[in-house]
């Protein structure tokens, strides 16, 4: 019951009087609005229309003009950190969420595991009467809690959410995406041949959501959080839309950024005098030497050709899913629910550097610390947006978008933290088409809609103390003066090492750049910005005002302690600490035998808490049966770019694995076996590793007892995505492994009845004992 039961109780029904208010959920207050939050990923303030950047955003334009503009309103540099305070209104290591769901290193501030005490905002919401929809990516669950046969307590519908739907990890392919639905995973609707992409999917979604609510509660509002893919790579975006921007970036991103800051100046985005910094500000050794920006003067020709083709496909993508939240905002015109909707449109960190001083056809490399070079990525140039490239620009792009301020995503100067956010809705903002200079966060999104919304926070929650939001309620914002004073006075930051402060107008931040890989912070270099005349960070006054430095860093010290910021970690991507990352990574326990057991008839099972097949020497078995017509999928792992699978096709058995996407794919084959219940199987043997951490050995492909095809071949140490694309037994799911097969690729004509993949050890066992096992099981 939500209230106290009013009504009679007798001995006879005849007699007693029933009290139903007791049972209904609560109502929202009379009048109040919906809220739609659209949050787009790495985007810095430079890149879109509203704030002079050269991305054509007619909606986000369309809300500015009926709305406000915020000109220092900030991240916390990362996509699932930054999320999880829309989630809570805490900060980000509070939430456990110091840095992604897939490097969660298990202490608290990095557990990617949100505390019961940090209830969201979505269950109190809908305790208060709305309807409550989340759609696109999540990226808040824990990696452990990815599986199918998980608790789901991490979920949105256990976070507070009716409805889900969208992509689980931080990433995902545009064209063909791991999709969920509610608490299941479940298959892309339609094929890119029939016109999918994933912007317009979601968008189809949220209306049906709304839709749906609204016809059988019409005067019931709802809240939704729409997140679309965009602009995280790999950039996707249909090819009509990539054609708007043909040349428009041919000058290169030096250019753009001494172009949009007079813009940006214009617009009020920036005080006059804002100067422009360094395209790369930190000394060597501060920083990780895969965020340099290569001088544009100094690349041939060709390379230009490809880094502005490269931006030609991130603003095509931008753009494009603009005009799928157009259509949302056009329903919602169109139907009468605009003006009483609080429109939130922000981005959650600034623009992305992991496409290294090159760009990248394929992304994972930056994952697996393995070097782009400009031979390979030019081989792809004219697939690049399409579903046959996992593309992102490098990094003079991410330090144009995230002009006129330092560095880019990740980084705690203002590049990596000051980003977009504009808010509309005409029944409760009278101000039109202004800009607002008050300082924020991302944390004061929760308190805002609360405010808006007249519902108070709990400061108990299912019997739980609740932890005070971090945040401050930014409507005092909406109708005051443009120079109103900020409500805010101070706001930490920190982000794989690098550290930040800002109190009362001033800003310390480390010389020391996030993945670093240096430790060593007790010797950290502070510098000093008085971010209220100095907006882009350029003036180091660390000199001038040690006083002030070492105020500003005690003030992080103890911010750090009630937020469970220790320990830091700077781990870099490659190496040895690669591997140390992947160590302290979550892993699902590994059987004593080593051995695990998968089954056709089943959901995909995420990379994270499948069997670990990289780095290792492995041995995967099947138990299959054959006939004259076999054709399909045994198992598949990854994509086109990362991954391996074992199948028949045209009457042969195969083995295949791609190495990210480089090449065609390492391939072993021989004729199928007879007609009959036969093991077939691979095995790899890692007899070295190169310098980027790549294993190399033999692959051996059996058929039985007798070793039928063997090669060499290179593996990857690290995953074969961020996210999605995981194992599936006797069907491919996703985007495929191997073009041999056709859609899901599904085995057909015969039967895999179970799989075995074997990590026991590093080194090999004999084989044979290894199919007598599988013989002897049932």
């Known amino acids: 019951?939500?209230?106290?039961?009013?009504?009679?109780?007798?001995?006879?029904?005849?007699?007693?009087?029933?009290?139903?208010?007791?049972?209904?959920?609560?109502?929202?207050?009379?009048?109040?609005?919906?809220?739609?939050?659209?949050?787009?990923?790495?985007?810095?303030?430079?890149?879109?229309?509203?704030?002079?950047?050269?991305?054509?955003?007619?909606?986000?334009?369309?809300?500015?003009?009926?709305?406000?503009?915020?000109?220092?309103?900030?991240?916390?540099?990362?996509?699932?950190?930054?999320?999880?305070?829309?989630?809570?209104?805490?900060?980000?290591?509070?939430?456990?969420?110091?840095?992604?769901?897939?490097?969660?290193?298990g202490f608290p501030g990095y557990s990617s595991t949100i505390p019961k005490s940090n209830v969201t905002m979505a269950n109190v919401l809908r305790d208060a009467g709305w309807s409550t929809f989340w759609v696109g990516k999540n990226h808040n669950v824990p990696t452990y809690a990815w599986t199918a046969?998980?608790?789901?307590?991490?979920?949105?519908?256990?976070?507070?959410?009716?409805?889900?739907?969208?992509?689980?990890?931080?990433?995902?392919?545009?064209?063909?995406?791991d999709l969920a639905e509610d608490n299941h995973y479940t298959e892309q609707p339609y094929q890119p041949e029939d016109g999918y992409h994933l912007s317009i999917d979601l968008a189809d979604k949220a209306l049906a959501f709304i839709r749906d609510s609204k016809q059988s509660e019409p005067d019931k509002p709802w809240y939704l959080w729409f997140c679309p893919g965009a602009n995280h790579a790999p950039h996707h975006a249909p090819e009509e839309y990539i054609a708007k921007y043909k040349g428009k970036f041919d000058d290169g991103y030096e250019a753009y950024r001494e172009w949009v800051l007079p813009r940006m100046i214009e617009r009020g985005i920036l005080p006059e005098g804002t100067a422009l910094t360094e395209l790369n500000p930190m000394p060597d050794g501060t920083f990780a030497k895969n965020d340099e920006v290569l001088p544009w003067d100094s690349l041939p020709d060709d390379a230009k050709k490809l880094f502005s083709r490269m931006a030609e496909v991130y603003a095509a993508f931008s753009e494009f899913t603009d005009a799928q939240v157009g259509r949302i905002i056009d329903y919602l015109e169109e139907s009468g629910q605009l003006d009483n909707t609080l429109v939130i449109f922000a981005a959650d960190n600034g623009a992305s550097g992991e496409g290294s001083p090159y760009g990248s056809f394929n992304e994972n490399n930056f994952f697996n610390g393995f070097p782009d070079t400009l031979e390979e990525n030019l081989k792809h140039i004219d697939q690049l947006g399409s579903p046959d490239t996992?593309?992102?620009?490098?990094?003079?792009?991410?330090?144009?978008?995230?002009?006129?301020?330092?560095?880019?995503?990740?980084?705690?100067?203002?590049?990596?933290?000051?980003?977009?956010?504009?808010?509309?809705?005409?029944?409760?903002?009278?101000?039109?088409?202004?800009?607002?200079?008050?300082?924020?966060?991302?944390?004061?999104?929760?308190?805002?809609?609360?405010?808006a919304c007249g519902v108070?926070?709990?400061?108990?929650?299912d019997?739980?103390?609740?932890?005070?939001?971090?945040?401050?309620?930014?409507?005092?914002?909406?109708d005051a003066t443009p120079d109103a004073p900020t409500t805010k006075k101070t706001q930490y930051y920190e982000m794989f090492g690098q550290r930040g402060i800002w109190h009362e107008g001033w800003k310390a931040v480390t010389e020391h750049g996030p993945v670093l890989g240096k430790g060593d912070f007790d010797n950290d270099v502070?510098?000093?910005?008085?971010?209220?005349?100095?907006?882009?960070?350029?003036?180091?006054?660390?000199?001038?005002?040690?006083?002030?430095?070492?105020?500003?860093?005690k003030i992080w010290f103890e911010e750090a302690k009630k937020n469970n910021v220790l320990p830091l970690n700077d781990l870099s991507v490659v190496g040895a600490d690669l591997r140390k990352i992947i160590e302290l990574e979550f892993h699902v326990p590994v059987p004593p035998s080593g051995q695990y057991t998968y089954y056709p008839g089943t959901s995909e099972v995420p990379e994270r808490s499948a069997a670990n097949t990289h780095g290792v020497s492995f041995k995967v078995l099947a138990d299959v049966v054959t006939t004259a017509e076999t054709e399909g999928v045994i198992f598949a792992h990854g994509s086109r770019f990362g991954g391996h699978a074992l199948?028949?096709?045209?009457?042969?058995?195969?083995?295949?694995?791609?190495?990210?996407?480089?090449?065609?794919?390492?391939?072993?084959?021989?004729?199928?076996?007879?007609?009959?219940?036969?093991?077939?199987?691979?095995?790899?043997?890692?007899?070295?590793?190169?310098?980027?951490?790549?294993?190399?050995?033999?692959?051996?492909?059996?058929?039985d007892e007798q070793a039928v095809a063997t090669g060499?071949?290179?593996?990857?140490?690290?995953?074969?995505?961020?996210?999605?694309?995981?194992?599936?037994?006797?069907?491919?799911?996703?985007?495929?492994?191997?073009?041999?097969?056709?859609?899901?690729?599904?085995?057909?004509?015969?039967?895999?009845?179970?799989?075995?993949?074997?990590?026991?050890?590093?080194?090999?066992?004999?084989?044979?004992?290894?199919i007598a096992a599988a013989y002897a099981r049932d």
């Open 149 to 177: 046969g998980s608790n789901k307590k991490d979920w949105p519908l256990a976070m507070g959410y009716d409805r889900f739907y969208g992509f689980i990890g931080g990433e995902t392919n545009q064209w063909y995406p």
């Open 1 to 105: 019951m939500t209230k106290e039961f009013a009504g009679k109780i007798e001995l006879d029904v005849r007699n007693s009087t029933p009290d139903w208010d007791a049972f209904l959920p609560a109502t929202a207050p009379e009048g109040a609005p919906n809220v739609l939050v659209v949050l787009f990923d790495d985007t810095g303030q430079a890149a879109w229309s509203p704030y002079g950047g050269g991305i054509n955003m007619p909606t986000l334009d369309k809300l500015a003009e009926n709305g406000l503009t915020y000109t220092q309103w900030h991240t916390t540099a990362l996509c699932s950190p930054t999320r999880s305070t829309f989630l809570t209104g805490r900060n980000h290591h509070l939430n456990g969420f110091a840095s992604i769901s897939e490097s969660a290193s």
């Open 463 to 478: 019997g739980v103390k609740q932890t005070p939001l971090s945040g401050v309620s930014m409507v005092s914002s909406f």
């Open 647 to 703: 199948y028949v096709h045209d009457g042969k058995l195969k083995y295949a694995y791609n190495f990210l996407g480089i090449g065609d794919p390492q391939l072993l084959e021989a004729p199928i076996p007879a007609v009959g219940e036969h093991v077939v199987g691979v095995e790899f043997v890692k007899e070295s590793m190169d310098e980027n951490n790549v294993s190399h050995g033999p692959a051996t492909l059996y058929i």
């Open 526 to 553: 502070w510098e000093l910005y008085h971010t209220d005349v100095d907006r882009s960070e350029s003036n180091n006054l660390a000199a001038e005002h040690p006083e002030k430095v070492e105020e500003l860093k």
């Open 712 to 770: 060499q071949i290179r593996t990857q140490t690290g995953h074969f995505t961020l996210c999605g694309e995981g194992l599936c037994i006797g069907y491919d799911g996703g985007d495929k492994v191997s073009q041999d097969y056709t859609g899901r690729g599904e085995y057909t004509g015969g039967e895999v009845k179970k799989v075995v993949f074997d990590v026991a050890d590093d080194a090999y066992i004999d084989v044979e004992k290894h």
């Open 456 to 461: 108070d926070f709990p400061d108990l929650y």
């Open 390 to 451: 996992y593309n992102h620009y490098p990094t003079g792009w991410a330090a144009a978008f995230s002009a006129p301020y330092k560095m880019f995503k990740r980084y705690t100067y203002q590049g990596g933290i000051a980003d977009p956010l504009v808010i509309s809705w005409p029944k409760g903002i009278t101000a039109k088409g202004e800009v607002r200079g008050q300082y924020h966060h991302s944390t004061d999104i929760v308190p805002t809609i609360l405010e």
